[in-house]
């Protein structure tokens, strides 16, 4: 057996347990890892040099597959240069296995190249961290090894998903000598199964019994991948039993009939009467954060009385309106279809239909449509400029159907938030909102890309873009990867928000303008690109920068800060 | 009293403290930090978009100023995004203040954007981490944020000097209201005086009668800033007591015609009769990292009887050769003064000449100028062609005299270090060999240039340029910087050494070809750009390079890998 055979079998167990995606940056000391992984017949590996491009081309690939996926780094401050998509995974809850190379632990503080204090270096970020031993000659360690690898692998996909970090410290040598081949070995899985946590009848029946009782039902859908089931039961719910169901574009619920999904636009201006009106008697909430503050605010301002949350364990109370009283585990799909299909049988039996009036989900939809009329005008006039929104817009309504959006940090994903996308185009929609950075955008996008073969559209600002330029650099930039670029030349979202646009250091400690354009970062990476200056040239550009094509395609909107700005203070004036 | 006076108070002690310069990355959770530095009349701000870039010029300017210097970032993944540059900090005892917003604790985990656990995010890679209270209502509050900030800014200073981490939550409002101007009030500094560890006269004998007892003493000199009173003793050590003075370009110790600096040359093949030949008795070490695995594996192997280490104050034991048998707390410079003052006085008392034939100096220098004309026949003929190593070497000769130069990671300070430069040149040699990434030495590079007036020369392989391209983006890149980039488009480092160079997954996995040119991002940039192409034109052009200017400028020299495979493979063979 080779020295290193504990860490080649790293590579089979990744494959056993359901890992076929692995990013490797390159580095000597996690060379072992890099051969393994290399030579495993059936794993599918992609090289970048930029450790923090790695980690979110991971992310990106997980979020769209849905399977853990692996990144492989060298050891000292490569291992730093994941930290960014490691938050990001842990608060999206996306499953990342993070193999961290490392030096035996007896040359920490000894003056050697590349080693820092790697063991737990995430702290509190991945939701677990293990340290695997240097030394394999006595059975055990093999045991632990194998045991670790099983046990972590599981844990990033257990509720709530999330990075997972195994610390891996190498000795020399690191490389196989002339003619040695690598053995793949029969490696032992342990499978851990799931349970389905499942209320007891009474708790049930008490859940039940307050929904019947409550007046004025509301759900409201935090962010959640796309789910047609769930959309179905949900278009069920709300029609059937008039209850409005309020969401974002993060959340993918889409724009159609029924679906509350202008809320930014109109909880802002609430007066009492009306808050007290929309307040909900039970709130039903499911999926991960919210994005809007209007929103927040209102659920937290007018409280429901009852506030549910549905996951699918018992974690940590999170408690985002300040509202909660009852924390429900239980798949929150499995969870509506049950509710639904008891509270419509009970009304069966009793031949309630008296309250079909649906008076407080019309209250809810008469305000929505009248916030996208709103929208509807302050986008669509015969004399509309060209302003990131406005650009926004226009590209929401092409987009292909059934493809995929990623809506970068800051200001894009609010504007198309503020729009919404239309049912019928089935759009899949990602963010990075776990912890909202602007920081890897790009790279999460380009790593959708590798992921599928639709069409995957990222929206993004010039400093989200610019920042990390480096996902278009050493990685593989997959050609049906589709990037617009709002490029106002800066930070556009502090001249929009209140605070810091009254501020004399707003341009230079802000907003920091820069003057690129994007047009020699796309020729380095060989990206189709194209300016576009007016709206009219927007629109007739995209049908053809949406056609599948031999490259990734750029498309540069450049936009005028201060109109981009009046054309938001307008609105803003407007539906106060 | 405004709300937030005791944040504001922080730009003022700061000030105090003897803090100037101040990197700020653009943020909302930040802004009260960011509008504190900015409103103060004697900071120094700088603005830079992406905080990895920030804390990387942040040490750059630390390390030529050898003050500590301040960062403020957002809240969430713009923290971690710091995390390489402290990472490296730590491990080159350079003094950062990290100063990061957060949200108010209650706010974790609570689906809130750019929310992480901040505390402690950094671990053991800071001397300490503070925590401030997010409110002020309490008088003790505020004596603690004043307290705790006194307490960061001396610590980022005493031995061993390196990165303090104070996170800040903060509440809104972030911003002054209209009219509201912020005062500077009179703050509290607390000093902390310094004490001169001092040994004990019982002490000093002791170790005396050691010194004069031993036959062979040898000096090795690791990774220190250039202070030209260290080359003074040492030079008078070498040449009146024989001492060999070995040392590395990393710390800065020239070349010249008696200290010994071309170890990794000539301390490859040694066989056990020189190498026991080359043992010294006693070995006394200065400085923090060495270089170069050849010279370590040496002390390693043949291990000195006794090893004294001299540091400012007993810290870890840090035994990076094995053979430490004492840690001597004292300032290098005072204990190599005292020290000859005090053997030289002996020998004055005793007539002592008779070993002034140096024959352990005199054998080391043997072997030292065997390698050094080797290095000179390798890269010194009719025909050299132009590599790497021969552009290194051109480019160390032209260098302006005074002048300073950073070496990235990884090959270019290995080529730099095998040629030396000579004393009479006066270059200050700066590197990141605390954790030896690649991912800052650009953004090193340019911090160091806005910390003097000086020409500041990076000499940089392809994969760490355009791994760090961002230092020329959002920051404000200053005249007085020089690039001299080597592209062999690839991490070359991979085809030199013996392991990965032997494996068929070399290029695809290890060396990743990316087939760029700096040519446009030196345009989106504005420097000045030269392409170099053969080794004649290299000499002729840099003149004009070297030559202060308007712009920074960058010199792409575009070199093939195979050739410089060739010639460094020629060179081992020739050496073994």
């Given at each position: 057996?080779?020295?290193l055979?504990?860490?080649?079998?790293?590579?089979?167990?990744?494959?056993?347990?359901?890992?076929?995606?692995?990013?490797?940056?390159?580095?000597?000391r996690s060379?072992?890892?890099?051969?393994?992984?290399?030579?495993?017949?059936?794993?599918?590996?992609?090289?970048?040099?930029?450790?923090?491009?790695?980690g979110?081309?991971?992310?990106?690939?997980?979020?769209?597959?849905?399977?853990?996926?692996?990144?492989?780094?060298?050891?000292g401050?490569?291992?730093?240069?994941?930290?960014?998509?490691?938050?990001?995974?842990?608060?999206?809850?996306?499953?990342?296995?993070?193999?961290?190379?490392?030096?035996?632990?007896?040359?920490?503080?000894?003056?050697?190249?590349?080693?820092?204090?790697?063991?737990?270096?995430?702290?509190?970020?991945?939701?677990?961290?293990?340290d695997?031993?240097?030394?394999?000659?006595?059975?055990?360690?093999?045991?632990?090894?194998?045991?670790s690898?099983?046990?972590?692998?599981?844990?990033?996909?257990?509720?709530p998903?999330?990075p997972?970090?195994?610390?891996?410290?190498?000795?020399e040598?690191?490389y196989?000598?002339?003619?040695?081949?690598?053995?793949?070995?029969?490696?032992?899985t342990?499978?851990?199964l799931?349970?389905?946590?499942?209320?007891?009848?009474?708790t049930?029946?008490?859940?039940?019994?307050?929904?019947?009782?409550?007046e004025?039902?509301?759900?409201?859908?935090?962010?959640?991948?796309?789910?047609?089931?769930?959309?179905r039961?949900?278009?069920?719910?709300?029609?059937e039993l008039?209850?409005?169901?309020v969401?974002?574009?993060?959340?993918?619920?889409?724009?159609?009939?029924?679906?509350?999904?202008?809320?930014?636009?109109?909880?802002?201006?609430?007066d009492?009467?009306?808050?007290?009106?929309?307040?909900?008697?039970?709130?039903?909430?499911?999926?991960?954060?919210?994005?809007t503050?209007?929103?927040?605010?209102?659920?937290r301002?007018?409280?429901?009385?009852?506030?549910w949350?549905?996951?699918?364990?018992?974690?940590?109370?999170?408690?985002?309106?300040?509202?909660?009283?009852?924390?429900?585990?239980?798949?929150p799909?499995?969870?509506?279809?049950?509710?639904?299909?008891?509270v419509?049988?009970?009304?069966?039996l009793?031949?309630?239909?008296?309250?079909?009036?649906?008076?407080?989900?019309?209250?809810?939809?008469?305000?929505?449509?009248?916030?996208?009329?709103?929208?509807?005008?302050?986008?669509?006039?015969?004399?509309?400029p060209?302003t990131?929104?406005?650009a926004?817009?226009v590209?929401?309504?092409?987009?292909?159907?059934?493809s995929?959006?990623?809506?970068?940090?800051?200001?894009?994903?609010?504007?198309?938030?503020?729009?919404?996308?239309?049912?019928?185009?089935?759009i899949?929609?990602?963010?990075?909102?776990?912890?909202?950075?602007?920081?890897?955008?790009?790279?999460?996008?380009?790593g959708?890309?590798?992921?599928?073969?639709?069409?995957?559209?990222?929206?993004?600002?010039?400093?989200?873009?610019?920042?990390?330029r480096?996902?278009?650099?050493?990685?593989?930039?997959?050609?049906?990867?589709?990037?617009?670029?709002?490029?106002?030349?800066?930070?556009?979202?502090?001249?929009?928000?209140?605070?810091?646009?009254?501020?004399?250091?707003?341009?230079?400690?802000f907003?920091?303008?820069?003057?690129?354009?994007?047009?020699?970062t796309?020729?380095?990476?060989?990206?189709?690109?194209?300016?576009?200056?007016?709206?009219?040239?927007?629109?007739?550009?995209?049908?053809?920068?949406?056609?599948?094509?031999?490259?990734?395609?750029?498309?540069?909107?450049?936009?005028?800060?201060?109109?981009?700005?009046?054309?938001?203070?307008a609105?803003?004036?407007?539906?106060?």
């Amino acid at each position: 057996m080779p020295i290193l055979q504990p860490i080649v079998n790293i590579a089979e167990l990744l494959y056993q347990k359901g890992i076929i995606d692995v990013l490797v940056s390159p580095g000597s000391r996690s060379a072992p890892l890099t051969l393994a992984v290399a030579r495993h017949p059936h794993l599918r590996i992609r090289v970048v040099a930029d450790e923090r491009s790695a980690g979110f081309i991971a992310l990106g690939i997980a979020q769209q597959s849905r399977k853990p996926v692996a990144v492989i780094c060298t050891s000292g401050s490569a291992v730093y240069n994941l930290a960014p998509s490691v938050a990001e995974a842990f608060f999206q809850q996306v499953p990342l296995l993070l193999l961290t190379a490392d030096r035996p632990h007896e040359w920490l503080y000894q003056q050697d190249g590349q080693t820092i204090d790697q063991p737990g270096i995430f702290g509190s970020q991945v939701k677990r961290s293990y340290d695997l031993p240097a030394d394999y000659a006595h059975p055990d360690s093999s045991w632990f090894i194998e045991r670790s690898i099983n046990e972590a692998i599981t844990l990033t996909r257990s509720y709530p998903a999330g990075p997972v970090h195994v610390n891996i410290p190498l000795r020399e040598p690191f490389y196989p000598t002339a003619g040695e081949t690598f053995q793949f070995e029969r490696v032992r899985t342990i499978d851990t199964l799931t349970g389905i946590p499942t209320l007891a009848p009474d708790t049930w029946h008490q859940l039940l019994t307050v929904w019947e009782r409550s007046e004025r039902i509301l759900i409201a859908v935090g962010q959640l991948p796309r789910d047609p089931n769930l959309l179905r039961i949900l278009r069920k719910i709300s029609e059937e039993l008039g209850i409005p169901v309020v969401g974002e574009i993060t959340g993918n619920i889409p724009v159609n009939e029924l679906f509350i999904t202008h809320t930014d636009t109109f909880l802002t201006p609430l007066d009492d009467e009306t808050g007290n009106m929309l307040r909900p008697d039970l709130l039903v909430t499911i999926g991960n954060s919210f994005l809007t503050r209007n929103l927040k605010t209102f659920f937290r301002k007018y409280p429901a009385h009852q506030h549910w949350h549905i996951q699918p364990m018992v974690d940590r109370i999170t408690d985002s309106f300040q509202s909660l009283t009852t924390l429900i585990p239980s798949d929150p799909l499995l969870f509506l279809e049950k509710l639904f299909a008891d509270v419509d049988y009970q009304r069966f039996l009793q031949g309630d239909d008296d309250d079909d009036s649906h008076e407080y989900l019309n209250q809810w939809l008469a305000l929505d449509r009248q916030a996208a009329q709103h929208i509807d005008k302050t986008l669509n006039q015969p004399d509309t400029p060209l302003t990131d929104w406005s650009a926004v817009q226009v590209v929401l309504e092409q987009l292909p159907n059934n493809s995929i959006l990623h809506l970068a940090n800051s200001m894009p994903v609010r504007y198309a938030n503020l729009c919404g996308i239309h049912e019928r185009q089935q759009i899949s929609v990602s963010a990075n909102r776990g912890v909202s950075g602007i920081d890897g955008c790009l790279s999460t996008a380009a790593g959708a890309a590798l992921a599928t073969d639709q069409i995957v559209t990222v929206l993004i600002g010039d400093v989200a873009f610019f920042y990390d330029r480096n996902a278009l650099w050493s990685a593989p930039v997959p050609p049906n990867l589709r990037i617009v670029l709002l490029n106002n030349d800066g930070g556009h979202i502090f001249r929009i928000i209140d605070g810091p646009s009254r501020q004399p250091e707003l341009e230079t400690y802000f907003e920091t303008p820069h003057g690129y354009t994007a047009r020699n970062t796309a020729e380095d990476a060989h990206l189709t690109y194209q300016v576009c200056d007016s709206l009219e040239t927007l629109g007739s550009l995209l049908p053809d920068f949406f056609q599948p094509g031999q490259h990734a395609k750029l498309l540069e909107i450049s936009t005028d800060k201060f109109i981009n700005q009046e054309q938001f203070l307008a609105y803003k004036t407007t539906i106060k």
